[in-house]
């Protein structure tokens, strides 16, 4: 996948499917209840060149949402119009993030 230069990505995907077997859903619609096709298809997998590194990612409507672990740090991938709605929807927005270490997040409280 390419997302610019600095984001030039090889990946190795494998389809990831997380339903049950028999998994069925269902909407609501101004006609009733009725039985709901999936159109989101889930991957899993690593770049090319370092199987240690992981990927998650979903397809849907022609949109591509998740993330990317290089050397331990998240690159989150999500569509700019989610964000800017007059975003063309080939435009996509990586921002990088890091777990929080709950270690350092110290809590305390007193009722009275």
Not at 94 to 104: A, E, F, G, L, S
């Amino acid at each position: 996948m390419n997302f610019g230069a600095k984001y030039l990505w090889n990946m190795d995907l494998e389809i990831n499917d997380l339903k049950a077997d028999g998994y069925e859903s269902y909407v609501t619609t101004e006609k009733g209840i009725e039985k709901s096709v999936s159109d989101i298809i889930l991957y899993k997998g690593a770049l090319v060149d370092d199987k240690n590194n992981f990927i998650r990612l979903s397809f849907r409507n022609n949109s591509i949402r998740g993330y990317i672990v290089v050397n331990g740090e998240y690159r989150f991938i999500s569509p700019l119009n989610k964000i800017l709605e007059q975003a063309d929807s080939n435009l996509y927005i990586i921002y990088h993030c890091c777990p929080v270490n709950r270690n350092i997040i110290n809590f305390s409280f007193s009722i009275h």
